[in-house]
């Protein structure tokens, strides 16, 4: 089992910034990608960014130069940087950790595991 703990979330003003973090424990040697993920109301959770236990990174074409995910392998674990924030970030983000390094849909049969969510608001 893996528990992905988020912290960082809040309100912020549009062109603000906020960092989230996502603490990782448990059978981490499992795990070979990490990323964020987001839910604005009405719409379908999407991947806003991903980085591999190697360190490749993939992002969402909307939040490209904005959004930097990064990690720390020594205390297991992974940070969102985001800069620029934009009334439609407004979402909550959640924290996911999974087996398969391809973020396609059709390798989370192998495992994933996801945080409890993070609330983020931007007031334009």
């Known amino acids: 089992q893996v528990q992905l703990v988020e912290s960082g979330g809040g309100l912020v003003q549009a062109g603000g910034s906020l960092r989230l973090s996502c603490a990782c424990s448990?059978?981490?040697?499992?795990?070979?990608?990490m990323g964020w993920y987001r839910q604005a109301p009405g719409k379908q959770r999407e991947l806003v960014a991903g980085i591999t236990r190697g360190g490749v990174t993939n992002y969402a074409d909307s939040v490209k130069g904005r959004f930097t995910i990064s990690r720390d392998n020594a205390k297991d674990t992974v940070y969102l940087q985001i800069n620029s924030l934009k009334p439609e970030d407004t979402a909550v983000y959640y924290c996911n950790a999974r087996r398969s390094s391809n973020w396609a849909p059709q390798y989370d049969y192998l495992g994933q595991y996801w945080g409890q969510g993070t609330q983020v608001t931007v007031s334009s």
């Open positions: 448990g059978s981490i040697f499992s795990i070979n990608a």
